[in-house]
């Protein structure tokens, strides 16, 4: 904050104060808020938006005036996170009035991209009022609430620049609209039933019903009778059935080729928090209870109650249950119609982006749902829902979506050249990066899906116009393999690969800016492509972001069947019995051809991961060959462990080639296979013995590599059994365990990482 | 066999005595025609026909035997097939033989024989050639090159700049048997069950399109497979092609075979598949004409090609729906699943 120097006081003396806001102070009502304590405080002056700042004059009395300074940071809107970065003293223009400027398209770059928020409890009230305007109207919202990243077309955020563009206020809303007292002030989105976006039912393709009301009916009457309904949302459709007709359920399975993979499920508030209908289902801890009612309404992974009430299949075999509220009026009207939960998955062919227009809703998703509920206001990009899981204590993300991204993180060191880092292959996002600011976008998908790059593009080119950074970089995983990869050579730009692990690593490292020393981070996932262009995955690398250093890693084994051993555990499992000279059976039709190319090493390749140990553990212990979804087994294997103590089998420790550490797997072999236990004996074993990897290869390091926190990292440490047993078995270690907190640790974190690990390394070229 | 040594050695390529006998007993016994005089130092051909066509090929199969052909047949169908998909008779051939000292004489003799039976089989006759024999553990037993000759008889243009959007792309038969007929030849699987490669002549299959008035292009899908040739057309054409991986045929074998090594077909290749790209109208006559072939019946309509959305780019709708990228062939994939 810059100050101007002090002027004689007098409490009478008129003052004039240039004032600079910025931070979070876009779309979540600031300038009405300057307004309001403005003209509250008798001072005149104006207020105006300039590319993601609040400018504004303020001239009164010299009490008045600090009184204002004071305030306009205190009492900020909830959804804002003002910071006072300019108030300098200027020449009293002595108007008679406070005013709200016109915003200014000027090139500060400042600025930042508001997310979308669950309706409020104001706006709940007057939904539900049947004396009010908006009575029943499911896109009702003010400042305090409603779409805004899913709808912001261009910077700065005025309604002109959103897809309401299209929607010409009505008097009514327009008086709301320009009157600085009214909650509805400069609330971008507003609309009423009068001249807003409407709801349309169809069937087929055709049109059945085109008003609201009935269509919410027709909608509504649908579910009851089981089918499934497309519904647009926020951002993008969900394909929504009764979550308790099973019958229901096992069709959008089928019709969606997804025969296992768990359907999130859109819980109706109730009792005093609203939570009463989730605890029905699931145990909810008191940090996923805040989770759960956060302003973006995320979808929370919880241990599913026995008694829930709920069709089998919508999480078969899992201990965990992904459950949400309502968070957008539409989806709270159908609730309420409905009285009970609903399943509610991303409305898209398998690992594709989420669907965000009829016309595609049409093309693709014909022969999935029965009916499509559609409005007409349109997405600018899609936001699929965020999802968080308790891990350990802490309330982690595991996919950033709709509200809360894109998110914004500190680098800690400014960049020279603006960086585009184009993350992974799975589970995509992309960072843009300027300054010392990183913004991660939501969710895109699996980038083997042609949709995928091109939401990829758009995604990219918007971001870089919406903060006015076009890159000057690119950064892509080094995997040549990797369609953004191939892509950024096409850009004519300049293209710096990353390496997959040491992105894992920067990402975590990044979280913890306050960190003194090195880090000694276990980057434990599938597979990444790694120095020696063999394939990592279980891994430790020591050092920090910019120069990460590999100092042990689990037995290297060899995999067949290139990118299908991802779905396949079987080769995992074989893998390792083959490796150490044991018969493997549980081989599918054709398997001799794969021993035989594992013996004679066609397209076969090393690898360290740790995720596909866990396949091979799954593998054997539940005799499950094939899964339909990337980390299914795993996922398996965690829930069968719940509740049973596990004994861990010590794993031999050894100073391999080239001076690293090596974790022998073998002594798993024999545990796993031991049918005289139970599956879920053999599974927590599994798991006590991963974890005690941690402690051990800590305390065996600890000499030649000092570190001052030990992190974990990589898509394995989504499995919260194994992260609770690595806290209760590194107890007596000195350097404290470090997790993801802001970012995923799963690839969605890669993209950030790139971003820190190029940032970490142009610093060290300068000095 | 009427050499006296069992094996090829260095005085084989000499000049002598000793290769004036390969040349003899092996080459021109069953390489003969009217036009083959190995004495000449060239011969003149007469070609019937305004538009030659003109091609080569070097052909380096490894075993040079697997089931369903040998480097021989492949040297002549190689090169005849790059002039039947380009509209042309293919009517001469020039042979060039590179042999590995050690190499014996009736393995040699076998492929030789192989070479001249596809040769009377395609109606082309071989009408130069050269033998050189390197020195052991210089060559990996035979390398053959073939050049050759054609006219070109198609009745329009044929070419990558006459495909439009909305053109449908056609394939001939099940593709991938080749490589992995000889995959598993060279890694010596010893798998019982019955892929055979596919290489063959497919002159019958671009002569019966002569007469489907509409057809822009054709491509006999080598290597890098069907992929290949579809993303050297979105390349020169910059349109998207996308293809549907439920009308592509691939044998049971094949697949099960791809399935357990981690192979996608669509990069594997053919040496007797054509891709044909034809107006939309002009696929279901197409069509008819391939399957009336005999080995065409398993013929398809299996893409099309659309205006540009983002870039040209080869896409694959999968049985279940989704859209997967294609990308271009890379020599050594390396899994990507994280
Ligand atoms: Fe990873
Ligand atoms: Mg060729
Ligand atoms: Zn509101
Ligand atoms: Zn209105």
Redesign the interface.
């Known amino acids: 904050m810059r100050s101007s120097p002090q002027a004689p006081s007098g409490a009478h003396r008129l003052l004039a104060r240039r004032v600079v806001l910025t931070g979070h102070v876009q779309g979540v009502g600031f300038r009405p808020h300057v307004y309001r304590l403005a003209v509250a405080r008798g001072l005149t002056g104006w207020v105006q938006n300039r590319m993601g700042a609040v400018h504004a004059l303020v001239e009164g009395p010299e009490e008045a005036v600090s009184r204002f300074l004071r305030e306009v940071v205190e009492q900020a809107p909830p959804l804002s996170d003002p910071h006072l970065s300019e108030a300098v003293e200027t020449a009293p223009e002595g108007g008679g009035s406070f005013t709200i400027l016109e915003s200014d398209a000027g090139s500060d770059v400042s600025i930042f991209v508001p997310a979308d928020t669950s309706v409020c409890p104001d706006c709940l009230r007057e939904m539900r009022d049947p004396g009010d305007r908006r009575y029943r109207y499911p896109f009702i919202n003010c400042t305090q609430c409603g779409p805004r990243y899913t709808l912001i077309e261009a910077m700065p955020y005025d309604r002109a620049n959103t897809t309401m563009a299209g929607f010409p206020l009505c008097e009514a809303c327009r008086r709301e609209y320009e009157d600085p007292s009214n909650r509805r002030f400069h609330a971008e989105p507003v609309a009423c039933p009068d001249c807003g976006p409407s709801l349309r039912f169809a069937r087929q393709g055709k049109t059945v019903i085109a008003q609201t009301e009935p269509a919410l009916a027709a909608t509504a009457a649908a579910l009851k009778a089981g089918d499934i309904v497309a519904v647009r949302g926020i951002g993008g459709y969900h394909l929504v059935c009764d979550a308790r007709n099973e019958a229901s359920v096992q069709r959008l399975r089928q019709r969606k080729?997804r025969p296992d993979k768990p359907f999130a499920v859109l819980v109706p508030e109730a009792g005093v928090d609203g939570l009463d209908g989730v605890r029905a289902l699931a145990r909810v801890s008191a940090r996923a209870a805040r989770a759960l009612s956060m302003p973006h309404r995320p979808i929370v992974l919880m241990p599913r109650r026995e008694d829930a009430e709920l069709a089998a299949s919508v999480a078969p075999g899992l201990g965990v249950l992904g459950l949400f509220l309502p968070y957008s009026p539409l989806h709270v009207l159908l609730l309420d119609a409905i009285g009970g939960p609903l399943v509610a998955t991303s409305a898209n062919?398998?690992?594709?982006p989420v669907l965000t227009t009829p016309a595609e809703i049409e093309e693709?998703l014909s022969?999935v749902a029965d009916a499509v509920l559609h409005h007409d206001r349109p997405i600018a990009r899609p936001a699929d829902d965020p999802v968080l899981r308790e891990i350990a204590g802490t309330v982690v993300p595991l996919r950033l979506g709709r509200g809360n991204a894109p998110v914004e993180l500190s680098l800690p060191f400014a960049l020279e050249k603006n960086a585009l880092a184009l993350g992974?292959?799975?589970?995509a996002t992309v960072t843009l990066a300027f300054g010392n600011r990183a913004v991660i976008s939501p969710h895109i998908g699996e980038?083997?899906?042609?949709?995928s790059?091109?939401v990829l593009?758009d995604v990219s080119r918007s971001l870089q116009s919406l903060y006015g950074a076009p890159a000057g970089v690119l950064l892509c995983d080094a995997?040549?393999?990797?369609?953004t990869h191939?892509w950024a050579r096409?850009q004519g730009l300049p293209v710096v690969p990353i390496l997959?692990h040491h992105a894992h690593a920067s990402a975590l490292a990044a979280e913890y800016p306050d960190a003194v020393g090195n880090w000694l981070v276990f980057t434990w996932?599938?597979?990444?492509?790694g120095t020696d262009g063999t394939?990592w995955?279980g891994d430790v690398l020591w050092g920090r972001p910019g120069n990460w250093r590999r100092v042990a890693r689990f037995r290297p084994f060899r995999?067949?069947?290139?990118?299908?051993?991802?779905?396949e555990p079987w080769r995992s499992a074989a893998a390792l019995c083959w490796a150490v000279g044991r018969d493997f059976h549980n081989t599918p039709?054709?398997?001799e051809?794969?021993r035989?190319?594992w013996d004679?090493g066609?397209?076969t390749?090393e690898t360290t991961a740790a995720?596909r140990i866990f396949d091979a553990a799954a593998c054997l212990v539940i005799g499950r060959t094939h899964v339909s979804f990337?980390a299914q087994a795993p996922m398996l294997l965690e829930t069968l462990s719940e509740g049973i103590e596990g004994q861990a089998t010590p794993l031999p420790i050894s100073c391999g080639e080239s001076g690293l550490l090596e974790v022998d797997w073998a002594p798993l072999l024999d545990p796993l296979n031991d049918r005289r236990r139970s599956e879920g004996e053999r599974a927590a074993g599994f798991h006590a013995s991963m974890a005690q990897v941690v402690p051990d290869l800590a305390r065996a390091l600890a000499r030649q590599f000092p570190f001052g926190q030990i992190g974990l990292t990589g898509?394995v440490f989504q499995n919260a059994r194994l992260v609770r047993e690595i806290l209760n078995r590194a107890v007596g270690l000195e350097a404290p365990l470090r997790m993801h907190r802001h970012v995923p640790c799963?690839?969605a974190g890669i993209s950030f990482g790139q971003v820190v690990e190029y940032a970490a390394r142009a610093r060290g070229e300068d000095g | 066999m009427k050499l006296e040594d069992s094996h090829i050695s260095l005085a084989h390529g000499n000049g002598g005595r000793f290769m004036r006998e390969l040349i003899d007993e092996v080459f021109a016994r069953h390489l003969s025609n009217d036009t083959l005089d190995t004495n000449a130092d060239s011969v003149a051909l007469s070609l019937p026909g305004e538009r030659i066509m003109f091609t080569t090929d070097g052909f380096t199969v490894q075993p040079l035997e697997f089931p369903g052909g040998s480097i021989g047949s492949l040297a002549v169908h190689g090169t005849t097939n790059d002039l039947a998909v380009a509209g042309a008779d293919p009517l001469f051939l020039s042979l060039n033989a590179f042999i590995e000292e050690g190499v014996e004489v009736a393995l040699l003799e076998r492929i030789v024989a192989d070479l001249g039976r596809a040769a009377t089989e395609t109606g082309v006759r071989v009408a130069a050639g050269d033998t050189k024999v390197l020195p052991r553990g210089q060559g990996g037993g035979i390398y053959l090159a073939t050049t050759g000759i054609g006219v070109y008889r198609h009745p329009g243009v044929l070419a990558m700049n006459e495909i439009r959007a909305g053109d449908v792309m056609l394939v001939s038969g099940p593709i991938g048997d080749h490589g992995i007929a000889v995959m598993l030849a060279r890694e010596q699987f010893g798998l019982r069950g019955d892929i055979r490669s596919d290489a063959a002549s497919v002159l019958p299959l671009t002569r019966a399109l002569r007469a489907v008035p509409g057809v822009r292009f054709m491509r006999d899908p080598t290597r890098g497979g069907l992929v290949s040739v579809a993303h050297e057309i979105a390349r020169a054409t910059g349109l998207e092609i996308t293809l549907d991986e439920p009308s592509i045929p691939v044998r049971p074998a094949v697949t099960t075979v791809c399935d357990m090594l981690g192979y996608d077909p669509f990069y594997l290749a053919c040496e007797g598949r054509v891709v044909a790209v034809v107006a939309p109208d002009a696929a279901a006559e197409a069509l008819r004409a391939w399957k009336a072939l005999p080995g065409g019946g398993d013929a398809s309509v299996i893409g099309e090609m659309r205006a540009l959305v983002h870039g040209g780019r080869v896409l694959l709708k999968t049985e279940l729906g989704g859209l997967r990228i294609l990308e271009e062939l890379e020599d050594d994939p390396l899994p990507r699943i994280c």
């Open positions: 080729h062919p398998s690992g594709e693709r022969g992974a292959q799975m589970k980038m083997e899906a042609a949709r790059l091109q593009e995997h040549p393999g990797y369609t191939r096409n997959h996932d599938g597979v990444g492509m394939l995955g995999l067949t069947g290139g990118d299908r051993a991802g779905r039709d054709g398997g051809i794969a035989r190319a004679k066609i397209n390749q995720g990337e898509g799963n690839d």
